[in-house]
């Protein structure tokens, strides 16, 4: 795995040996055919997986490619990052470029500028497992939710978690992509290589995917914890709330990707919105409270979830106080172990103290 990563970084592949180091890998995310809804939110909500059969029904996996895509979106304009560039420039670089860390093209708005319509009625939707996204009773108000990904072999995202507390699904329509991945405990620090403000809402890794890689790879593979797999063409990956995780392109990519709010995790997402206001991202500027907008609408259309929501988060705060009174006034044992307390980094709501 080493020396594949490592030949990776110098821009050289050898596409039939990472395969079979992940298949062999004690951290191998599973593979699935496909999940029913109940099977998702009874087993898999809090699992990364990898479905190989949903996607192949898509119109665009069966429409889309490099080519196809130049045809007709050639002079349409995306996000790469900092730069907007026609999709024509983009692919031009993208088949040129030498770079350590390629430009992503990473968009939001491809469904408006494409004109696609998301839908079985449609060119794509969500498979069918991940039930309804609670986030959709905001309707227009709802935060970014799908973007649209291009980029060239060495391309990716370096370590993150998806946006306020929510879980996403990645679907591969050309290409393959490495993801590895970490769950977050307040026992657990952020992996290898990767640092985080105390109140979590500043995430450093002074590295390059390749850097990472040639320096940290191997530690993070042996941490408890650690899932990795090979996303091919075709397939989608699901990404749970809280996990982190780093991705890169083994070979030049298209994928599509969204966010979503199951309901398993509705009370992590209401917390984070109520308790990291600072921290939310995506929603327009008229959103003046979005832990109060979402809690409404959420009341209009499901209030018996919503209640049930709410008692979770109320006992998950009541952990934290239990906990934090022990430290502080706990009996000797208590505070001898207080005296060695850290600070966890936990996920969104996991932390050890309000």
Request: glycine letters at 8%.
């Amino acid at each position: 795995m080493a020396l594949y990563l490592f030949q990776l970084a110098r821009n050289l592949s050898f596409p039939d040996l990472l395969p079979e180091l992940v298949l062999r890998s004690r951290n191998a995310i599973p593979w699935l055919g496909d999940l029913s809804t109940l099977d998702f939110s009874h087993a898999w909500t809090d699992r990364p997986f990898i479905l190989t059969d949903p996607v192949r029904e898509w119109p665009v996996y069966r429409e889309w490619s490099t080519e196809a895509m130049l045809g007709k979106y050639g002079d349409v304009s995306f996000r790469a990052e900092a730069v907007d560039w026609p999709l024509k420039t983009y692919v031009e670089y993208m088949r040129d470029n030498q770079d350590e860390s390629p430009l992503y093209l990473f968009d939001r708005s491809f469904v408006e500028k494409m004109d696609i319509r998301v839908g079985r009625d449609g060119h794509y939707w969500a498979p069918g497992c991940f039930g309804e996204d609670l986030f959709s009773v905001l309707g227009e108000q709802r935060p970014d939710s799908r973007w649209l990904i291009v980029g060239p072999e060495r391309s990716g995202s370096t370590f993150h978690k998806d946006p306020n507390a929510t879980s996403a699904w990645n679907a591969v329509l050309r290409g393959s992509k490495y993801w590895i991945m970490f769950p977050t405990s307040p026992s657990q620090p952020p992996p290898p290589g990767v640092f985080v403000s105390k109140d979590q809402s500043e995430v450093t890794s002074p590295l390059s995917i390749a850097e990472w890689l040639l320096g940290f790879h191997a530690q993070a593979r042996a941490t408890p914890g650690c899932a990795e797999g090979i996303c091919r063409e075709g397939e989608v990956l699901h990404v749970p709330s809280g996990w982190w995780h780093l991705v890169v392109n083994l070979s030049p990519s298209i994928a599509i990707t969204q966010n979503f709010v199951p309901e398993s995790h509705l009370a992590k997402v209401l917390d984070f919105l109520k308790t990291k206001p600072d921290q939310i991202s995506g929603f327009h500027s008229d959103v003046n409270n979005a832990y109060e907008l979402f809690a409404k609408k959420m009341r209009e259309r499901y209030p018996e979830v919503l209640d049930k929501a709410l008692g979770e988060m109320e006992k998950m705060h009541e952990g934290k106080k239990r906990k934090w009174d022990q430290l502080v006034n706990g009996d000797e044992e208590h505070v001898t172990k207080a005296r060695g307390f850290s600070f966890g980094f936990g996920d969104e709501g996991d932390e050890d103290v309000p």
